[in-house]
């Protein structure tokens, strides 16, 4: 009896928003001068030379060190910078390459495990991707997500986070996706518990190839059916109706929810429900792969003439890309939203493990969900089985029971989940109800 009159009572209380509206501004300047830098190097192309100090993917990778050590001398030490190095070969290296990420950790003050990952590659290419000698500026592709993360570390590094935030710049995607296959085996091999990588790809633009500028809108790519999942989860997955709501999923759905109404990025977030552009990939995969939440950034509308090309001119049409093609306050705005998306993640407890309900042949439905931690409030969402995005909520503190009955809510006709707040309202991604607890 007294569960159901808390169960009663909680359903009467308004649900509140704790949506952040303080997201520090990216400066357009600084992200112009990092482009810019990184283009000056010639080629970043993965099998170029590692030692030249002017020119080349070392050259490249060295500066980015430097960045980020900069960086952290400004906030008294709070970034420990490393690099993590393996040897790969493939179609694109058939003699192998030493593939080398450079890191910049900042610890969190609560669970150093708990871990956000903001990512971009630093190599480029040109339209061969074995031509490792010609100028490759790699402008939107990828010295602007190159750029994102470095700012990115700069205004995150200015508070602290309960969550360790790791800051990557990834060699060998244009070889095959191997910076970020190193850098999960390396989250894995830490026994990280990853919340959430963010890889930031092509994030600069606003031309497309046919004229038209779209400078409103950013698109995210999540999974839905999960690559880390076995036949028997994926069936438990499709039993249960959540393959809309698999981590990644849920994860893009946070960014939507980080910037709505945020004037520093005033970007719609097009959640595209595919793992990335069609028939194409990027260095969140190799994270899905390991069960890690991932999505990938990217701009609005791609420009094809100045990706992946040589630098040429022909009839009149130039390609090639270079950083008079970009907008830098464009990438501005996507470097806020990564921003805002992980500094609610970082501030946040992790989402709970497990969420199960029950209601069978039943009006109400009960909805248990795994302690978490530190956690303030749990939010408890629900919605009508025939939408996609959660339109109800309600609290319940931090130290009551893990437990809520819904009446007059059908299991049949509703789904479910649970996220854990902070003490400030920062929320972790939602938790899908009704699945076994991942192995």
């Not at 500028?213 to 959540?242: M, P, T, Y």
């Amino acid at each position: 009896m007294r569960k159901s009159l808390l169960a009663a009572l909680l359903l009467t209380a308004p649900a509140t928003s704790f949506a952040k509206d303080d997201t520090p501004a990216a400066d357009p300047a600084r992200l112009k001068a990092s482009v810019e830098k990184l283009v000056s190097f010639g080629t970043r192309h993965t099998l170029s030379s590692a030692t030249d100090p002017k020119r080349g993917i070392g050259a490249a990778r060295n500066w980015g060190a430097a960045e980020f050590e900069r960086i952290s001398k400004a906030c008294g030490g709070c970034l420990t910078v490393s690099r993590i190095s393996d040897r790969f070969d493939g179609p694109r290296a058939p003699e192998g390459v030493v593939v080398e990420n450079v890191l910049a950790i900042q610890k969190g003050t609560g669970d150093p495990a708990h871990v956000i990952m903001i990512a971009g590659h630093i190599d480029s290419r040109v339209t061969d991707p074995m031509n490792f000698t010609a100028d490759a500026p790699g402008a939107n592709d990828d010295a602007s997500g190159t750029a994102l993360v470095i700012e990115a570390a700069r205004l995150l590094s200015k508070t602290k986070h309960r969550a360790t935030i790791v800051f990557a710049l990834l060699s060998g995607e244009e070889q095959g996706l191997w910076g970020g296959r190193l850098l999960a085996k390396h989250a894995k091999d830490q026994n990280w518990q990853v919340a959430a990588m963010l890889n930031n790809d092509i994030v600069g633009g606003t031309h497309g190839t046919d004229g038209t500028i779209v400078d409103n809108r950013v698109r995210v790519f999540s999974e839905g059916i999960r690559a880390s999942e076995d036949l028997a989860a994926q069936l438990a997955r499709r039993g249960i109706g959540g393959e809309d709501d698999g981590p990644s999923r849920a994860l893009a759905k946070a960014a939507i929810r980080a910037g709505t109404g945020n004037p520093a990025i005033g970007l719609e977030v097009l959640a595209v429900r595919r793992p990335d552009r069609f028939r194409r990939g990027g260095d969140h995969l190799p994270s899905l792969e390991l069960g890690y939440p991932a999505i990938r950034f990217t701009v609005g509308i791609e420009d094809y003439d100045h990706q992946h090309q040589d630098l040429r001119t022909e009839d009149g049409r130039k390609y090639g890309d270079t950083v008079d093609e970009m907008d830098f306050a464009y990438l501005a705005r996507v470097t806020a939203l990564n921003v805002a998306l992980a500094s609610e993640l970082a501030d946040a407890p992790p989402a709970p493990a497990s969420v199960s309900i029950d209601g069978a042949v039943s009006s109400d439905t009960s909805i248990r969900w795994s302690s978490v931690a530190g956690a303030a409030a749990y939010r408890i969402h629900w919605r009508r089985a025939d939408k996609s995005d959660w339109t109800d909520s309600r609290q319940v503190a931090g130290d009551a029971p893990t437990e809520l009955v819904l009446p007059g809510v059908v299991v049949d006709d509703h789904f479910f989940g649970v996220s854990a707040l902070s003490a400030d309202g920062s929320e972790s991604i939602v938790t899908f109800g009704g699945l076994p607890p991942a192995k």
